[in-house]
Structures are given as C-alpha cells and as structure tokens.
C-alpha cells in the first residue's frame, strides 16, 4: 500500500507541477492576447475615423483641419497616409493573432488546468487510483503541447 501512496504522491507532485505551468502561460499570454486583440479594435477603429472624416464632412473638414493646424503637406494625404499606416499596422496584429491561434491555445489551457484539477482532487480523495489516474493525466497534457 505505501508503493501504491508514493505512486499517488508522484502523480500529485507532477500534476501540481502541470497546473504551475499552465497557470504562468495563461498569466503571460491571456494579457498578450488582450492586448494584441485591444489594439487591432483601437488600430481599425482609428482607420474608420480618419478616413470618415474627409468622406463625410468633404471640404469643409478638411477646410477646418487646415484651420486648425498647418502640416506642411495637404491634409488629405497627411490623413491618407495616417489611416494607411494605423490599417497595415491593424492587418499585421491581426495577422499575428490568427497565425499563433492564442485563443484557442488559451481556451485549451484552460480546460486542462480545470481538468488536472479535478484529477488532483479524484487523487487526493483517494476516489481514483493512479492505474485510472495516469492515462487520463498523459491525455490532458497532450492537449496542451504549446505549454
């Protein structure tokens, strides 16, 4: 029985060791995520006004931007170039968020770790075996290979 409780003990330790990893890459990459996302909406939301304002208010906007302020260069190139510059920039956070597919690497460390948990508490409740427990803990950890 003792062998049977170190075999519990290492499968505790390894398993807590697993939910430490997935709990740092959730905490550094769930605030990259969010950030990535933020600025993609912030970066589209930008282009949408720069190039509203000329399309909407015509003359007359551009008219009070030269009122406002002299750039050296005509106004609606200057916007041109700025909603060009904040959309590339927007297709390229896009871009990166869909070639790394964090959310759905996120999403998978998430259920893994609540997993894990379930499997330490089957463990320590003694309401699993490590016989049982082993090849379910190999299973959820191959579903987060990206950790």
């Excluded at 959730?26 to 399309?55: D, F, K, Q, V």
């Excluded at 931007?65 to 909603?83: D, E, H, R, T, Y």
Aim: hydrophobic share 40%; charged share 20%.
């Amino acid at each position: 029985m003792s062998e049977d409780r170190n075999d519990v003990n290492m499968l505790l330790t390894k398993i807590k060791t697993k939910r430490e990893e997935v709990s740092n890459y959730l905490a550094r990459n769930e605030s990259r995520h969010s950030r990535l996302s933020n600025s993609s909406i912030i970066l589209g939301a930008l282009t949408a006004l720069l190039t509203a304002g000329p399309g909407v208010g015509g003359g007359e906007f551009i008219d009070a931007i030269k009122n406002f302020a002299s750039f050296g260069i005509p106004v609606w190139q200057l916007l041109c170039l700025a909603a060009t510059l904040f959309s590339v920039a927007a297709v390229i956070v896009n871009g990166m968020l869909k070639s790394q597919n964090l959310a759905s690497k996120i999403t998978n460390a998430r259920s893994c770790t609540s997993k894990l948990e379930g499997l330490e508490t089957l463990l320590e409740l003694q309401q699993m075996d490590v016989k049982q427990a082993a090849p379910l803990y190999t299973k959820y950890i191959s579903e987060i290979y990206h950790v």
